[in-house]
């Protein structure tokens, strides 16, 4: 398992017929700015879902730095979220800030908030370190309950829809807020893609990998765990605290036990296990996942049954398809030429480390 | 004086509730090295199960035995099917398993039983005169029935891991499962068996919590003992037996007294105070207080 996964992310397997290098990188841009166009042509409620879906794909992203390519289970990451969307709102209601010009101080909150709950894991590991993200997470609601002057208390804060108008410059006018929406956090999800992309793929990223894989011998060949470990999950909280800002300004409404409890945590838990721990598109599944089945089940049964249509599914996956949609989707081409070539040695090709 | 002798009475009946859920956590924790995030929503719904056939008009006692037994079976079903096919891929799936079934228990509770808060009656008196002062202060009946009765639960186990031939066999088992098994143990049935017993704790803990907790009987009833049930093994170390009855009375005085006289912390901040306190015992010990040490060979 060690060798193993130390592939992921890494140069991909070429597969016949596809072709390599700046031309494919130049036609999958291509189809994605395609993609999001015919997207944006959806009606109104469809848009405004799939806003949804990249705001949770982007705040994934930052999860999976950590659970996936890191192998630290963090449940903390609601609170990142919520303090993301909490500085975005508080900004713009009592400092007037324009909602664009809130976010990189939400990222650098976000970076700080990760750190200070990632600090832990330079000491504490395993189970023991998901109990103290767990603590971030329970304790994050009650802190928002204390400091009510500033956050609203259990009541919320409202940011009013006027102070939430596209800017000029952007083209968007007033009542195009939903499109505007929709273009920022698709910029914002391909801008955290590239990010991760690079991070993983560079020597730091692979420093990750061996700490998750094999401690002990990756702290022998000179990687500093703690120093790395604390990085990731800084990292990791500025691109979840940046999809907590733009969460914000897309609902213009935040309460502590609507959004930022622990079940929000689960939920991006969930979305990254089905999408595919320490994979690049998994969080962009996940997004689908948590917007999508939430809105299945309400329509189905008509109740509160979602939390037991998250545990189904996620049970059953780490049962049956421990790499997730992304993870199956990579391994196809490879299982399909190992049909091919019957016979040729073949390590089957796992990503269980996250 | 009369406020702190109410204080440290509120704090020991919390204390004695997080003790036997931390009790069961580490009970399961020697069993599989994993912390059952489910361990509260498993009791919640025995205590659910317990309150709905008081309302058929069943008796609260007899409630508690199918408590028990449906309990029982939960856990050793869950550690059986959910928990031993994970047991070679690692920490985190087993995890993911137990989020799985923390979310769907609670998710089933509220479909069958619905989002209302219920009163439920407990196992002792709970009459506005049912107390006896003590300088000045009212110690009510119901909570010394709890003091009362943790206390013989917590003898009973004891004596059970200590002083019985399965309680040889679980201490063997949770030692060295491999010599364990060479020795003739069945360790997949001691751990079962353990995982049972567990959630019978829970079980227990939960029908002895829901009468007098904040939240009376609701979805979220359970949920805060989970935190300050793992925070106290966490403590205590969650390999220790007797490191999770001391966490978790201390951790249940420390909370009365802390947010009773400290006021920035102030009512609100109930869980967060213990879980500081986890966490900072967790970076100086990171095994806990009187948990043993972990090595890694090469």
Same mark, same amino acid.
């Given at each position: 398992m060690p060798a193993s996964s130390m592939t992921d992310g890494a140069p991909r397997t070429r597969i016949p017929g596809v072709p390599s290098g700046q031309r494919r990188h130049v036609a999958v841009m291509v189809l994605v700015i395609a993609l999001l166009l015919l997207g944006s042509q959806a009606p109104v409620y469809r848009v405004s879902q799939l806003t949804a879906v990249f705001i949770f794909a982007l705040a994934i992203m930052g999860l999976?730095?950590? /659970?996936? %390519? &890191?192998?630290?289970?963090?449940?903390?990451?609601?609170?990142?979220?919520?303090?993301?969307?909490?500085?975005?709102?508080?900004?713009?209601?009592?400092?007037?800030?324009?909602?664009? +010009? @809130?976010?990189?101080?939400?990222?650098?909150?976000?970076?700080?908030?990760?750190?200070?709950?990632?600090?832990?894991? +330079?000491?504490?590991?395993?189970?023991?370190?998901?109990?103290?993200?767990?603590? #971030?997470?329970?304790?994050?609601?009650?802190?928002?309950?204390?400091?009510? &002057?500033?956050?609203?208390?259990?009541? &919320?804060?409202?940011?009013?829809?006027?102070?939430?108008?596209?800017?000029?410059? +952007?083209? #968007?006018?007033?009542?195009?807020?939903?499109?505007?929406? %929709?273009?920022?956090?698709?910029? /914002?999800?391909?801008?955290? *893609? =590239?990010?991760?992309?690079?991070?993983?793929?560079?020597?730091?990223?692979?420093?990750i990998r061996a700490l998750r894989d094999h401690e002990v011998a990756a702290v022998a060949c000179g990687v500093s765990a703690a120093r790395d470990r604390v990085t990731l999950f800084a990292i990791s909280g500025g691109i979840t605290a940046g999809a907590g800002a733009l969460y914000a300004m897309y609902l213009g409404a935040l309460s502590p036990e609507s959004s930022f409890t622990v079940f929000t945590s689960i939920q991006l838990i969930t979305g990254l296990i089905i999408g595919g721990v320490a994979t690049s598109l998994g969080p962009v599944i996940g997004g689908f996942a948590v917007v999508f089945i939430p809105a299945v089940t309400t329509e189905l049964t008509n109740g509160q049954a979602y939390g037991l249509v998250f545990g189904v599914i996620l049970a059953a996956v780490v049962f049956l398809m421990p790499s997730?949609? /992304?993870?199956?989707?990579?391994?196809?081409?490879?299982?399909l030429s190992v049909h091919r070539h019957r016979g040729t040695k073949h390590d089957p090709e796992r990503h269980d480390g996250g | 004086m009369t406020l702190l002798v109410e204080r440290l009475a509120d704090g020991l009946t919390n204390g004695f509730v997080y003790a036997l859920m931390a009790l069961a956590l580490v009970v399961v924790f020697r069993a599989s090295s994993t912390v059952n995030f489910a361990q509260a929503e498993m009791a919640l719904f025995t205590t659910y199960l317990a309150w709905?056939?008081?309302?058929?008009? =069943?008796?609260?006692?007899?409630?508690?035995?199918?408590?028990?037994?449906?309990? #029982?079976i939960i856990g050793a079903v869950t550690e059986r099917t959910l928990i031993r096919p994970m047991e070679k891929r690692g920490e985190m799936p087993t995890?993911?398993?137990?989020?799985?079934?923390?979310?769907?228990?609670?998710?089933?509770?509220?479909?069958?039983w619905g989002l209302d808060y219920h009163s439920m009656d407990g196992l002792f008196p709970g009459g506005i005169d049912d107390y006896i002062s003590v300088a000045g202060a009212r110690l009510y009946f119901e909570a010394i029935g709890v003091w009362v009765a943790a206390i013989v639960l917590l003898a009973v186990v004891f004596a059970a891991i200590n002083k019985t031939r399965l309680g040889l066999r679980m201490r063997a088992a949770a030692d060295n499962p491999t010599s364990a098994a060479l020795s003739g143990i069945n360790v997949g049935r001691i751990y079962t068996i353990g995982w049972g017993g567990a959630a019978v704790l829970g079980s227990i803990a939960g029908i002895l919590i829901a009468p007098i907790s904040a939240q009376q009987l609701s979805l979220a009833t359970m949920?805060?003992?989970?935190?300050?049930?793992?925070?106290?093994?966490?403590? &205590?170390?969650?390999?220790?037996?007797?490191?999770?009855?001391?966490?978790?009375?201390?951790?249940?005085?420390?909370? +009365?007294?802390? @947010?009773?006289?400290?006021?920035?912390?102030?009512?609100?901040?109930?869980?967060? @105070?213990?879980?500081?306190?986890?966490?900072?015992?967790?970076? *100086?010990?990171? @095994?806990?207080l009187f948990g043993s040490r972990l090595e890694e060979r090469v």
């Open positions: 999976n730095l950590v /659970a996936g %390519y &890191g192998g630290m289970l963090s449940l903390g990451h609601s609170a990142i979220l919520g303090v993301g969307g909490y500085t975005t709102a508080i900004l713009i209601n009592d400092a007037r800030l324009t909602p664009l +010009s @809130t976010i990189p101080v939400a990222v650098v909150l976000g970076v700080l908030a990760g750190a200070l709950i990632g600090l832990p894991a +330079s000491r504490v590991k395993g189970i023991y370190l998901a109990l103290v993200t767990l603590a #971030f997470a329970v304790s994050f609601p009650e802190f928002l309950k204390r400091f009510d &002057g500033l956050t609203g208390g259990a009541g &919320g804060l409202i940011v009013r829809s006027r102070d939430l108008v596209p800017p000029p410059w +952007s083209g #968007f006018t007033r009542a195009e807020r939903g499109e505007w929406m %929709y273009w920022l956090a698709a910029a /914002a999800l391909l801008l955290g *893609f =590239a990010l991760v992309r690079s991070l993983t793929s560079s020597r730091r990223g692979l420093a997730g949609i /992304a993870g199956w989707l990579n391994g196809l081409p490879k299982a | 709905w056939m008081t309302t058929k008009g =069943a008796s609260i006692w007899l409630a508690l035995i199918a408590a028990c037994i449906v309990g #029982f995890l993911l398993m137990l989020v799985a079934l923390f979310t769907a228990l609670n998710s089933i509770d509220g479909l069958i949920f805060p003992v989970l935190i300050y049930g793992s925070a106290a093994a966490i403590i &205590g170390g969650l390999n220790s037996l007797g490191g999770a009855v001391i966490g978790g009375l201390s951790l249940g005085l420390a909370e +009365s007294l802390l @947010t009773g006289y400290v006021d920035l912390i102030g009512p609100q901040m109930h869980q967060t @105070t213990a879980l500081a306190v986890m966490v900072i015992v967790l970076l *100086f010990r990171p @095994t806990g």
